[in-house]
């Protein structure tokens, strides 16, 4: 049976690169898709990686050791160490965050001049991004929601989502520069943020089904650390398979293995 695989990297020679080594093909000999040549983005925001496809077969899979083995790796000690559908990765806190799968309630109250100047700074920031855009800023109780509402959603959001989080990643750090740290901002539009955590269960779901329907282990794209979490706690009580995260910074992924 034939299936596509995606694989990313910064660009194309190295996401090819990459697939070689995973797949056991040499590179001059690798057959994939271009799906998308990437962006550099500016000042680092809106960038992506490249995206390549290559299709593979179940043969491959199952006759190679080396292709198996690829697969199955020693979490990083440096990271974290990991037990299946880790607790700690559940738990784990950042500045770039969506949703929290269970809110912790936070009855701190924020002053208005600390939401009228992240207003200010949003506004200002998107402004000078070239958007055009409504900018609603209010407490949401266990965090400060900034909705922003630019004519093109989908430029503001970019692929994956990688420039509405580093607009968040940057509010956040800004906004807490000089201030003490009352509550985390979360940056949305048009309701991507809960659409987006819906489509990583969704994945998270099939991609389960997969690995118990096969048995092997089944390794899903790079994700944030927020959309590990969702990964992480949706696949928790389900007894066919268990969930670890592997690899460093922008590579690090969850594997969903068949339990034995």
């Not at 990583?200 to 997969?210: D, E, F, L, T």
């Amino acid at each position: 049976m034939t299936e596509s695989r995606e694989f990313n990297a910064a660009t194309v020679d190295e996401a090819v690169a990459k697939a070689s080594k995973q797949l056991g093909v040499p590179a001059d000999e690798l057959a994939y898709e271009l799906i998308d040549e990437g962006s550099p983005g500016f000042l680092g925001i809106g960038a992506r990686d490249a995206r390549i496809s290559v299709e593979e077969t179940g043969g491959i899979q199952e006759t190679s050791e080396e292709a198996s083995e690829s697969l199955i790796k020693e979490p990083d000690p440096a990271s974290e160490e990991e037990e299946p559908c880790k607790d700690e990765e559940v738990a784990k806190d950042d500045s770039v965050h969506t949703h929290r799968q269970e809110p912790e309630t936070n009855s701190t109250v924020v002053p208005e001049d600390l939401l009228s100047e992240i207003k200010k700074f949003a506004s200002e920031t998107v402004s000078s991004m070239g958007f055009e855009a409504r900018v609603d800023v209010y407490d949401a109780g266990d965090f400060v929601a900034v909705d922003v509402s630019p004519e093109d959603t989908g430029l503001f959001i970019g692929q994956k989502g990688e420039t509405i989080d580093a607009f968040q990643h940057l509010l956040n750090v800004s906004v807490y520069k000089h201030r003490e740290f009352l509550k985390r901002v979360i940056v949305d539009s048009e309701g991507y943020r809960q659409r987006r955590i819906e489509a990583v269960q969704g994945m998270a779901h099939r991609m389960a089904r997969r690995a118990a329907r096969e048995g092997r282990i089944i390794e899903l794209p790079p994700m944030s650390s927020s959309e590990r979490r969702v990964v992480h706690t949706y696949l928790k009580e389900n007894s066919d398979v268990f969930t670890e995260s592997e690899g460093t910074g922008e590579n690090r992924r969850v594997n969903i293995s068949p339990r034995r």
